[in-house]
């Protein structure tokens, strides 16, 4: 099982290529927090056409929302109120049902790791895509200037992708 945070949703829904995510993690269908999805309405509403596309996934039930319980409000607790709610949920969602959760906040990947919960990042899920033979690495190379043209995020390095 795989969440997805807003951010790594955002960029792959920005550069219109939503189904790398369900072909790298090998998923029909991918998770959200509530909070991500409240996030991803948000984005309706200010007219982000990105956000469109992922309301449609939702639609054809291939991005489904799971709500956060009791035991995971209490978790919630624990972590720090720096992080957005939508990081919260689902670090405690993924921590109930022992759930990889994909997030490009590096302080979200700190706060998992110490707290015992599966985390990767948009580094290595590019990585993945060429490795696991899903695109060539010219092509992840292609995507990675998509993301840096299309979202504004500039890549400090690919090195830790391509090694």
């Known amino acids: 099982m795989v969440f997805i945070d807003t951010d790594i949703l955002s960029i792959f829904?920005?550069?219109?290529?939503?189904?790398?995510?369900?072909?790298?993690?090998d998923q029909d269908v991918l998770n959200i927090a509530t909070a991500v999805e409240n996030e991803i309405t948000i984005g309706v509403s200010k007219g982000f056409p990105f956000a469109?596309?992922?309301?449609?996934?939702?639609?054809?039930?291939?991005?489904?929302?799971?709500h956060p319980v009791t035991v995971d409000e209490?978790?919630?607790?624990?972590?720090?109120p720096t992080l957005g709610a939508g990081e919260r949920e689902s670090m405690a969602i993924c921590k109930r049902f022992a759930a990889l959760f994909a997030s490009n906040e590096r302080r979200v990947r700190h706060h998992c790791l110490t707290r015992g919960i599966r985390c990767?990042?948009?580094?290595?899920?590019?990585?993945?895509?060429?490795e696991l033979k899903i695109l060539a690495e010219s092509d992840v190379r292609k995507v990675i200037?998509?993301?840096?043209?299309k979202d504004s995020l500039k890549f400090r390095s690919t090195v830790t992708i391509f090694k």
């Open 13 to 25: 829904a920005k550069i219109q290529r939503l189904p790398l995510l369900f072909a790298v993690f």
């Open 74 to 80: 209490e978790f919630m607790l624990s972590l720090p």
């Open 120 to 130: 990767t990042n948009l580094d290595e899920i590019l990585r993945a895509l060429w």
């Open 145 to 149: 200037t998509e993301i840096e043209t």
């Open 52 to 66: 469109n596309d992922l309301v449609e996934l939702q639609a054809k039930g291939r991005l489904r929302t799971h």
